[in-house]
């Protein structure tokens, strides 16, 4: 297998990971799952990863990546406070809400799975989307749209957009950026 046709094998697994962690569940999604979801024998996966945990950091390590790079290339275009702010909104939303394959929603709810080596690779990424984030609200605080605790308000705001999950519907009256939208309102000093 060429290098090239084994990135593209590995990025077909962290998908299909993604999907069947998100669907199923870490702990009930077997090897067999995995090689099925992607006309693989079992046993070869490990070429691909070594462990069925390293498999789930790379599907968390893409979910948060991939949003990190979002939320940067969108940033770049947003020019006021307000912007800003309602852009960091908007791209967790659509990326937790949309169709990212569930790599967002494992990462969040597959936590508890992995170990403590594991976790400090993923803190790293998380703390690189987070200090985003925290610029942006340090932005508007200064610009008097938010409250000044801005530190538990990035806590806040991101626990309760990551809640959305449990509770929105696609079918809905409403898309991801509509929501965003709404709950930004709530969080703007009036």
Same mark, same amino acid.
């Given at each position: 297998? #060429?290098?090239?046709?084994?990135? $593209?094998?590995? *990025?077909?697994?962290? $998908? *299909?990971?993604?999907?069947?962690?998100?669907?199923?569940?870490?702990?009930?999604?077997? %090897?067999?799952? !995995?090689?099925? +979801?992607?006309?693989?024998?079992?046993?070869?996966?490990?070429?691909?990863?070594?462990? &069925?945990?390293?498999?789930? %950091? *790379? %599907?968390?390590?893409?979910?948060?990546?991939?949003? #990190?790079?979002?939320?940067?290339?969108? =940033? +770049?275009?947003?020019? $006021?406070?307000?912007?800003?702010?309602?852009?960091?909104?908007?791209?967790?939303? @659509? $990326?937790? !809400?949309?169709?990212?394959?569930? *790599?967002?929603?494992?990462?969040?709810?597959? /936590?508890?799975? !992995?170990?403590?080596?594991?976790?400090?690779?993923?803190? &790293?990424?998380?703390?690189?989307?987070?200090?985003?984030?925290?610029?942006? =609200?340090?932005? +508007?605080?200064?610009?008097?749209?938010?409250?000044?605790?801005?530190?538990?308000?990035? &806590?806040?705001?991101?626990?309760?957009?990551? /809640? #959305?999950?449990?509770?929105?519907?696609? @079918?809905?009256?409403?898309?991801?950026?509509? =929501?965003? @939208?709404?709950?930004?309102? =709530? %969080?703007?000093? &009036?």
């Amino acid at each position: 297998m #060429t290098t090239q046709e084994e990135k $593209t094998r590995r *990025a077909e697994l962290i $998908t *299909a990971a993604s999907r069947l962690f998100k669907e199923q569940g870490y702990e009930r999604t077997t %090897v067999r799952d !995995l090689a099925q +979801a992607v006309g693989m024998q079992s046993g070869s996966l490990f070429y691909h990863f070594r462990t &069925k945990e390293e498999m789930l %950091v *790379a %599907v968390m390590a893409a979910g948060i990546g991939d949003l #990190t790079d979002r939320l940067e290339d969108a =940033l +770049a275009a947003a020019k $006021t406070p307000l912007d800003r702010l309602r852009t960091v909104f908007r791209v967790h939303l @659509d $990326t937790l !809400l949309g169709d990212d394959k569930g *790599a967002l929603s494992v990462l969040l709810y597959e /936590w508890p799975s !992995l170990s403590d080596k594991a976790r400090t690779e993923l803190i &790293k990424l998380r703390d690189a989307y987070e200090r985003d984030w925290q610029q942006v =609200l340090d932005e +508007a605080a200064a610009a008097g749209l938010v409250h000044q605790d801005t530190r538990l308000l990035r &806590k806040l705001l991101l626990g309760g957009l990551h /809640w #959305t999950i449990m509770w929105y519907r696609r @079918d809905g009256s409403q898309s991801p950026s509509e =929501l965003a @939208d709404r709950m930004l309102d =709530l %969080v703007l000093k &009036k």
